[in-house]
């Protein structure tokens, strides 16, 4: 498939008049022109609704993990390590998923020599390099994007060949359709005063990439995964949080109302077990429980220093200066 230099630098290109960008004049905006352009944005999500199939793993994906013939441990550790080398990097989130994206349709469409080991750590790491090329400004070396615990560390050549078989399987299509496609628009359906609309959309974001290692989210396309991170960033937020998420299914045409109740109300128990799992802050018990099993010898030395017996002998001390002043 070859593309011209037109295609490829169409999203490029101002649309801007040569005049009025050397006049130094702004054209006025008019109520037309945003409803224009509030057409033009719903046309590009009714696109995206038609086209989001295209870009997932068949219908029987999750249930090849189901019966086991695919490891989910497997796939979760190696979602793990490209979700950690992300946070290393500092790479955008979307980079992230397409690299998970990439990953799940290999799998679909092609199996590995094992099902895990060093052909899966290859073929993230070859999946995560190919979704930084398609949307980091900055993309580390192939030898540097190995970090994070990575158990084998390839040659350059060796991930090169890879990418070109990832790319081949993948019918070269790496500007998929994901969650991130339809949060913005969501977000605005959900806040149309945009009062909220930069938390919602850091959350919703947030709770997208902790759940990707979760296999049952496969079962959803990822419309429906934008509608149910929405719904979720919106309970925390008391003037939406009373928000009926029967009605996210009017948002736009295509959406499944019960495909999205059914991952928002995944995403809702995902997200209080995340809360319930991490540790609580002891540190100060955690001190005193140690300090309870030092020997008597130990704990007679360092009740010397304790604050409580530094105020009892100066109030002593004080004691005694009242004493003797008395006494003259």
């Given amino acids: 498939m070859s593309l011209s230099c037109s295609d490829r630098f169409t999203d490029l290109l101002c649309a801007e ?13 008019s109520s037309e022109l945003d409803s224009q ?8 999500i009714d696109g995206f609704i038609e086209d989001e199939t295209n870009f997932v793993p068949g219908f029987d994906y999750l249930a090849r993990f189901q019966c086991q013939s695919l490891d989910a441990s ?27 994206n990439y990953l799940d349709r290999f799998l679909y469409s092609r199996r590995l020599p094992q099902a895990s080991g060093w052909p899966l750590q290859l073929l993230s790491t070859a999946c ?90 496969l079962e959803y396309r990822p419309s429906s995964i934008a509608a149910a991170a929405i719904l979720c960033a919106a309970n925390e937020i008391p003037n939406l949080s009373l928000f009926n998420p029967e009605h996210a299914e009017s948002w736009c045409d295509g959406l499944s109302k019960e ?33 309870g099993r030092m020997r008597s010898s ?13 105020r009892r002998k100066l109030n002593n001390c004080l004691r005694v200066d009242d004493d003797d002043r008395n006494s003259k």
């Fill in 17 to 29: 008049d040569s005049d009025e960008v050397l006049s130094g004049e702004s054209p006025a905006f």
């Fill in 37 to 44: 352009a509030s057409c033009i944005e719903e046309s590009s």
């Fill in 74 to 100: 497997a796939r979760e550790a190696s979602v793990a390590w490209i979700l950690k080398v992300q946070a290393y990097y500092n790479l955008q989130p979307l980079t992230a998923y397409l690299s998970v």
């Fill in 128 to 217: 995560l390099s190919l979704a930084a090329k398609m949307e980091e400004p900055l993309v580390p070396s192939l030898l540097d994007l190995q970090v994070e615990g990575a158990k084998y560390i390839f040659e350059p050549k060796t991930i090169q060949r890879m990418e070109l078989l990832v790319l081949t399987v993948l019918d070269w299509r790496l500007r998929s359709v994901t969650p991130f496609s339809f949060i913005d628009f969501f977000a605005c359906k959900l806040d149309p005063t945009g009062t909220f609309l930069a938390f919602l959309i850091s959350r919703a974001t947030d709770i997208i990439l902790s759940n990707i290692k979760e296999a049952s989210f």
């Fill in 259 to 291: 495909k999205i109740l059914s991952c928002y109300r995944l995403m809702q128990e995902l997200v209080v077990d995340n809360a319930r799992r991490k540790p609580p802050k002891m540190l100060p018990q955690l001190r005193v429980s140690i300090r």
């Fill in 298 to 310: 130990d704990s007679s030395s360092s009740s010397s220093s304790s604050p409580s017996y530094k």
